[in-house]
């Protein structure tokens, strides 16, 4: 638990770094896409999740829909707000890599590389295919949790099945940009969250409140990146998971 607290304090407690010069212009882009996407998310449930509870509940079941419904809005909100987040990192994987490498280097007070036009290009090749990597893997556990959505009696247990995928996936999504620059794949990094394990759940339950909240939630995609780089930079400085 002590460790879970942990990851959720890198999250919480990476709101400054955001204002610091020569940070704050890398966070420009990121924020502009998350913007766009996150409201196309928050229109979509507005509109559309009456519909979706009607639809899933038979009439002779329509008495229960006062009791299911907080449940549907749970796992409709988790549902779409991970597509969502999916989408928006595809988009500006380029620009979060850029943004990790700045705040290590303000961490760290380690230089940066220069970065040639032929080698920002390349870094963002790489990025977008490793974007595409990672929602494979994560399609994969979408499906038997949709599944499970769907299923009578066992749909109860669906809000929390999906806010725990919801948590590890953002911590690997996140996770990815920093040790990504470092030179490690996506199963390395697998790896590397699965060592840290509480620590990385409580950075993607962070991840996750942040999304949560309304404007906030605009902040999440750097915000995330910040945090996630503040982790690794942190543990690969001290022994300490």
Known sequence: MNNYLKGLGDIFGSFGLIFQPGIRRFIIIP??????????AIYLLS????????????????????????????TALLFVFYTFSLVANLIAAPFNSLLSARVEQHL?????????????????????????HKMFYFIKWLIPLIILTLIPGLNLAAPLAWFIFTAWSFSLEYMD?????????????????RLLRMRS??????????????????LAMPLAVISATRLTTAVKASPEK
């Open 47 to 74: 509109q559309q999740m009456n519909q979706w509870i009607e639809s899933l509940l038979p009439d002779w079941l329509s008495w229960l829909e006062w009791l299911l419904w907080p449940l549907f809005m749970a």
């Open 108 to 132: 760290t007070g380690v230089p940066l590389e220069n970065i040639s036009e032929e080698k920002w290009w390349a870094m963002a090749a790489r990025s977008i295919a490793a974007e595409i």
């Open 201 to 218: 759940l409580g950075l993607g339950s962070g991840i996750f409140i942040i999304t949560s909240i309304p404007v906030l939630n605009f």
């Open 177 to 193: 940009y920093p040790l990504a620059n470092r030179g490690l794949l996506f199963k390395e990094i697998r790896q590397y969250n």
């Open 31 to 40: 924020l502009f896409i998350n913007i766009s996407l996150f409201s196309a």
